[in-house]
């Protein structure tokens, strides 16, 4: 078949095509992007009340009402940064709050470093607690001068939802945070994200904080202490993911009461709730996701009133992958596990019994998180061969851009305006310039790379195939810089 042939048939089958789907293509990302911006005029809203509430706690301390708080912290092979990060949980400004670290059988020296750094020494055996683990119960460590709140669990390795089920059975407290061992929490971080505990103690069941990248800021002792934008173009555009997605959508969905995720770097729960429930699902990739999912079905079910709150400061500084390999391991564990929890709850879905979250909440994951992606690298290998084969005009194809990545990038510089307005992290002019570009980097180079690590997520799922964590390398919170 010569050339002009082929450009003839092309050109038929992809008039057809684009003639079908242009104009509900066009309609989506119209109307993904006008839901972004609508998640930031919300999220603009509450932070204006937590401004506000804010003016009248000037001086924040945590009373006589504080409920008591286990920092849950699952770890494997974390012996560059555990004591470090162990020390700052520890020193965390609040009344009456443990650290349970529970070592997942990790093969490297990190209990070794807690004997030595804590003086720990082996309690007796303990029953199992409320939560069924699969994994054997190693030994329980604390230290010898009796008054350091720190419980170090030790199991055989099972994965992490295991060991925070494992953590949550050890807690002795009422309120369980969950942390990642490679994070760092601000000084008064859990006074801020306990208050809805004590505001609404009857109807707070969960509450999650911000997350945000601490590549290329400087860290000492387990603290922050200078605010930078990383020197990665990779870090830089998840800085800007991540100021969107968890700061400003999650602030934008609790303000209408329908926060389904509450992320577990850094997730806050009543623990008779979470036992109820019956803990972290080990077999699931989406843990944090499912999780929250569960406690929704589960009070809904029984008819209970209760509240999912999101408190946007109290701030969790994790360091984000700096690599393509890492990055794509943990996009396609993501989208993985997003498929698998949705398709798990699908019976909630348009389910009276299930308020916003049925009708609006899980709608939009499944219609705007889930399905992206797909439609994303459709357009980007379709209407490229449109242009080659001239069955689409170039206006249409610019408008089309405009539309799914213009339109992006003034909603993520939207986001950044609001935060910064808000909270103003930034002290140098040059970072908020970095930012700037970091936003368009972001929707146009980044956010390609990673719809088809999405994608390759949800294939593996679909295919049966075994997930693999993978490994992420750090450099360690004593290096000054991550």
């Not at 509240?307 to 360091?319: I, K």
Request: glycine content about 8%.
């Amino acid at each position: 078949m010569t050339w002009p042939e082929v450009h003839d048939v092309g050109n038929a089958v992809l008039t057809a095509f684009f003639g079908v789907t242009a104009p509900v293509v066009f309609a989506y990302f119209l109307l993904i992007n006008t839901s972004y911006l609508v998640l930031v005029v919300l999220a603009a809203g509450g932070f204006r009340r937590h401004m506000r509430e804010k003016e009248t706690r000037r001086d924040l301390t945590a009373g006589e009402m504080a409920p008591g708080v286990s920092v849950i912290v699952p770890a494997y092979n974390e012996e560059t940064l555990i004591v470090t990060s162990v020390r700052a949980l520890l020193a965390l400004r609040y009344p009456q709050h443990e650290v349970v670290v529970v070592d997942d059988g990790s093969t490297d020296g990190m209990l070794a470093a807690l004997v030595e750094a804590f003086d720990l020494v082996p309690l007796p055996a303990r029953a199992t607690g409320e939560i069924p683990v699969r994994a054997q119960v190693t030994g329980t460590l604390v230290p010898r001068n009796g008054h350091t709140r720190l419980l170090v669990v030790t199991k055989t390795n099972s994965g992490r939802s295991e060991a925070i089920n494992t953590g949550i059975n050890a807690a002795r407290e009422p309120i369980i945070a969950i942390i990642d061992a490679d994070s760092i929490l601000e000084p008064d971080a859990l006074i801020r994200v306990t208050q809805p505990f004590i505001d609404d103690p009857n109807r707070v069941v969960g509450a999650g904080g911000t997350v945000r990248a601490v590549n290329g800021s400087t860290v000492t002792a387990g603290r922050l202490v200078r605010l930078r934008m990383p020197r990665s173009w990779l870090a830089r555009a998840q800085v800007m993911e991540y100021l969107r997605s968890f700061l400003i959508g999650r602030t934008g969905w609790a303000s209408i009461g329908t926060l389904l995720l509450i992320s577990g770097a850094f997730g806050v729960y009543r623990r008779d709730v979470v036992i109820a429930a019956g803990g972290l699902d080990p077999d699931s990739i989406g843990e944090d996701f499912e999780l929250c999912l569960r406690v929704h079905r589960m009070m809904r079910d029984a008819g209970r009133e209760y509240r999912m709150v999101f408190v946007p400061e109290p701030v969790c500084w994790t360091e984000v992958p700096s690599t393509t390999a890492v990055l794509r391991r943990q996009r396609s564990r993501w989208h993985r596990g997003l498929w698998e929890t949705l398709w798990a709850y699908r019976g909630m879905l348009f389910r009276r019994r299930y308020g916003r979250v049925g009708w609006l909440g899980l709608p939009y994951y499944w219609a705007f998180e889930l399905f992206a992606p797909v439609l994303e690298i459709v357009g980007l290998v379709v209407v490229p061969l449109g242009l080659l084969f001239g069955a689409v005009n170039v206006k249409y194809a610019l408008l089309l851009l405009a539309v799914s990545y213009g339109y992006a990038v003034v909603v993520t510089f939207a986001a950044m305006s609001v935060e910064e307005w808000a909270f103003h992290r930034y002290d140098r002019w040059r970072d908020l310039v970095v930012a700037v570009a970091a936003t368009v980097f972001e929707n146009v180079g980044y956010r390609q790379m990673t719809v088809w690590w999405r994608l390759e997520g949800w294939w593996a799922s679909l295919r049966g195939r075994q997930q693999v964590w993978g490994v992420m390398t750090r450099a360690g919170f004593e290096e000054g810089t991550t």
